[in-house]
C-alpha cells in the first residue's frame, strides 16, 4: 500500500518544476530558486535538484514544496553588444583571429590511420 502511495506520487511530481516555502529556515537558501524534482524517495519526500551551482539533490517534505510553471533563463547578454546599440553579439578578437587563421589554411583534418 505505501509503494502504491509512492508511486502515484512519483508520477504527479517527477521532472516538475518547483519552488520551496522560504519562510522555512532550513530552506531559505532555496527561496526563488526554481528546482526539478527527479523522484519521490520511499518516505514520501521530493528529491529537488535546484537551478544554481551544485548539482546535489535536495530531500524536501513535500508540504513545502509548490508546483509552478517553467521558468525559461535568459541567455547571455553581450556587453559590446548592448554598447553599440546593435543587439547583435560580437566576436572577441581571439575569435576573429581563430577564424581568420582557420580560413587561410583551408586545411582538412588529418585523415586517420587504418587500425588505429
Known amino acids: 500500500m505505501l509503494s502504491e502511495r509512492v508511486e502515484k506520487l512519483r508520477q504527479e511530481y517527477t521532472g516538475r518544476y518547483v519552488e520551496v516555502d522560504s519562510r522555512r529556515p532550513e530552506l531559505a537558501r532555496f527561496a526563488a530558486t526554481p528546482g526539478v524534482v ?56 581571439l575569435e576573429l583571429a581563430r577564424l581568420e587563421k582557420a580560413a587561410g589554411r583551408n586545411e582538412q583534418p588529418p585523415a586517420e590511420k587504418p587500425g588505429s
Request: aromatic content about 8%.
Open 38 to 93: 527527479k523522484t519521490i524517495n520511499f518516505n514520501g519526500r521530493a528529491l529537488v535538484q535546484f537551478e544554481g551551482a551544485d548539482k546535489g539533490w535536495y530531500d524536501v517534505e513535500l508540504d513545502y514544496l509548490k508546483v509552478v510553471e517553467r521558468h525559461e533563463a535568459e541567455p547571455p547578454r553581450d556587453a559590446a553588444a548592448e554598447a553599440d546599440g546593435t543587439g547583435q553579439q560580437r566576436l572577441s578578437r
